[in-house]
């Protein structure tokens, strides 16, 4: 064991930590120093977005003392920029994240700050709303998302109810970077200065989606649309009901089994609705019912996923990218309808995300703008054009969507209701949404979407991955699938080139590391390591004209076979 990391462990040991951390320490000691060393090699980071992490003791784990010093940095930062500061938490369904949230609104009430603190599990995007209905300076939800049930977070928003930005978000980890032992947090001391939140919000919140709905008269006409949901042990049980009903439906049927909340998520391997397994007890209840719509949220309730029936009647997942192309042209195309378009109007979509959503922006003229992977970038478009162009919808392909403004974070409550609004407003014609998406590939071209996630565990993994990006900026393929790579686009650098002719140009956004190869053929490819997890992710993007619905299912096949041929020629199968 490295000297830097046996000193972290004596510095706990003979330290103020509770005896509980110490015998905790002495038992691994004796029984597992491979899981010791790597609960100690380094802190635990807090980046742009906050920190996520294995539970336990340790300077590399989610316990109170990593949560309670990285907020002593967050609150003296804020200090430093504003006279008077407020804060509002809250937290989701995993262990220990009540027990997270507490400890975080006491240091923050210790160091003399206003907390508007949740009396209970809320979802994530009620803490983006509360921070700004509020006018609260920041926030903190705890939570690790869709991570299994061993992690646990901690996610950190500015004033906008956005998770942070620059400068602000490097300036936060400086600080806390400066607290290097516990005897520097303010752990208790304040606790008059918190106030606790409930129902009271929830109806603000729960208004506010309801005042989303573009076609009320056609919900109250398929009241009894036959909507089946799961929150597969999560946050979303707290509030989507209720904003089903608030839209009048009266027909949604619940996943039982998965509604109470529970952090251990019992009938899941993996608590993420983007995985067809964490959504099996769904898909079967909503063909025993014949439903018209399934719905599941992730345990913070930001995420959603989408059942249908197929035209064979078999009931099939909808993926993120068709989730967000379905909501997009709806927003788009609604407002048309009812006449209360703008011809300011605006969309925000990941770069990451299909363009099939920048085809129907084109086509309605809508502006459409991408921004880097993550719904805090969504947020700083929005502010940025504020007040020049009127923001309807953003979203990306990992199941987000954030309709309206006043949540400035991904939102699964109001894309819930929405989604079963847009359900509803098929069946009314007669149809389903998933004839509606095969008619849209018909008008704007058939984008099919691919995405490999490889996890590189371990002390090495961070070096693997870091190893593989530079591989592929130092070595791009000039072709892949026998089509030549026109463009490689690297948002780390900042700089576009031009394979063929060596040309580049730069890119306008911040730096982020990205890889992006687009071919001739408008295939596009793209390299992500993630920011929160050791794994990187592959997004892949192919497409071709539909000639019709009935061709729907061969050319389907051709696509998905050039994927696969792509996947193979790199490796990643």
């Not at 009396?119 to 903190?140: D, H, Q, W």
């Not at 303010?186 to 076609?215: C, F, H, P, R, T």
């Not at 892949?480 to 060596?502: F, N």
């Not at 490819?525 to 990187?536: N, Q, Y």
Request: aromatic fraction near 8%; hydrophobic fraction near 40%.
């Amino acid at each position: 064991m490295e000297q830097a990391t046996q000193q972290k462990i004596n510095n706990w040991l003979s330290g103020n930590y509770e005896q509980a951390a110490k015998d905790e320490i002495i038992r691994l000691q004796n029984e597992n120093v491979s899981e010791l060393e790597d609960a100690f090699y380094k802190n635990l980071e807090f980046g742009t977005g906050g920190l996520r992490g294995l539970m336990g003791i340790g300077t590399n784990r989610m316990n109170k003392y990593t949560v309670g010093m990285a907020t002593q940095g967050y609150a003296n930062y804020l200090k430093q920029c504003f006279n008077e500061v407020s804060v509002a938490i809250a937290y989701d369904c995993r262990n220990n994240s009540k027990f997270f949230a507490e400890t975080t609104a006491n240091v923050f009430a210790a160091n003399g700050i206003k907390v508007y603190l949740f009396e209970s599990l809320r979802p994530t995007p009620e803490l983006s709303f509360a921070i700004r209905n509020l006018g609260c300076k920041g926030g903190v939800v705890c939570t690790a998302s869709h991570n299994p049930k061993e992690y646990n977070g901690y996610k950190a928003y500015w004033d906008d109810g956005a998770q942070m930005v620059p400068p602000h978000d490097k300036n936060v980890i400086k600080e806390v970077e400066k607290i290097i032992n516990v005897e520097d947090v303010k752990w208790s001391g304040g606790e008059n200065n918190i106030v606790l939140l409930g129902a009271d919000m929830d109806e603000k919140y729960l208004q506010m989606v309801k005042n989303l709905s573009i076609y009320p008269d056609v919900c109250a006409a398929q009241h009894d649309l036959k909507i089946v949901y799961t929150s597969i042990h999560g946050t979303g049980i707290t509030l989507v009901p209720k904003a089903l009903e608030k839209f009048g439906f009266t027909n949604v049927h619940i996943v039982e089994e998965q509604m109470v909340p529970d952090g251990n998520f019992p009938t899941v391997v993996y608590p993420n609705p983007e995985e067809t397994e964490a959504m099996t007890l769904g898909l079967k209840k909503a063909a025993a019912l014949d439903a018209d719509i399934l719905l599941g949220t992730d345990p913070d309730a930001d995420r959603v996923a989408i059942g249908v029936k197929n035209k064979k009647g078999e009931w099939v997942l909808l993926n993120g990218n068709q989730t967000a192309a379905i909501a997009f042209n709806y927003m788009i195309e609604a407002r048309k309808a009812k006449g209360i378009a703008q011809p300011n109007d605006m969309v925000i979509k990941t770069i990451v995300t299909t363009e099939m959503i920048d085809a129907i922006a084109k086509a309605n003229g809508v502006a459409c703008y991408s921004v880097l992977t993550g719904f805090k970038w969504i947020s700083k478009m929005i502010k940025e054009k504020e007040g020049k162009e009127k923001y309807i919808i953003g979203g990306e392909e990992s199941f987000g969507l954030m309709i309206g403004d006043e949540v400035r974070d991904k939102d699964s409550v109001s894309a819930v209701a929405l989604s079963c609004e847009m359900a509803a407003y098929e069946k009314n014609k007669g149809r389903s949404l998933y004839e509606k998406l095969i008619d849209l590939y018909v008008q704007y071209g058939f984008y099919k979407e691919g995405l490999v996630s490889i996890t590189k565990k371990g002390m090495n993994g961070a070096k693997e991955i870091a190893d593989m990006m530079q591989g592929y900026r130092n070595n791009p393929p000039q072709t892949i699938d026998g089509v030549a790579v026109d463009e490689l686009l690297d948002y780390e650098l900042q700089v576009g080139k031009k394979l063929a002719t060596g040309q580049t140009f730069a890119i306008e956004l911040p730096k982020s590391n990205v890889l992006q190869f687009c071919l001739a053929d408008g295939t596009k490819i793209s390299a992500r390591p993630s920011g929160t997890e050791p794994k990187i992710k592959f997004y892949f993007t192919v497409n071709t004209k539909l000639n019709s619905a009935d061709e729907f299912d061969a050319t389907e096949k051709i696509l998905d076979a050039k994927i696969a041929r792509i996947t193979g020629e790199l490796g990643l199968k």
